[in-house]
Nanobody, 119 residues
């Protein structure tokens, strides 16, 4: 069973940076794609970024391109989301998720971590 535990959220001023971490366990993740999603109050959950564990290919939402970077540490089974030039509209609960490559859906989710960006 896949277990995902996020950490690193908090309160930051606009223009600042935060790094989120997602510790993954319960599987060998070489055949997985890991993703970050977020949900703001009153809005639907949206895709932020993803990374294929094997090979490291990445994908980003247009709203975060050039500001966020997703990466993974194979030795620590951890996925990171480095967030820079944060904006108030980045305020949301951020969730880590996992799916099998190539055709799985994101069916494993963490509990989420709150990111609040003040103006």
């Amino acid at each position: 069973q896949v277990q995902l535990v996020e950490s690193g959220g908090g309160l930051v001023q606009a223009g600042g940076s935060l790094r989120l971490s997602c510790a993954a366990s319960g599987r060998t993740f070489s055949s997985y794609v890991m993703g970050w999603f977020r949900q703001a109050p009153g809005k639907e959950r949206e895709f932020v970024a993803s990374i294929r564990w094997s090979g490291g290919s990445t994908s980003y939402a247009d709203s975060v391109k050039g500001r966020f970077t997703i990466s993974r540490d194979n030795a620590k089974n951890t996925v990171y989301l480095q967030m820079s030039v944060l904006k108030p509209e980045d305020t949301a609960i951020y969730y880590c998720a996992a799916r099998q490559y190539p055709l799985g859906h994101f069916g494993s989710w963490g509990q989420g971590t709150q990111v609040t960006v003040s103006s």
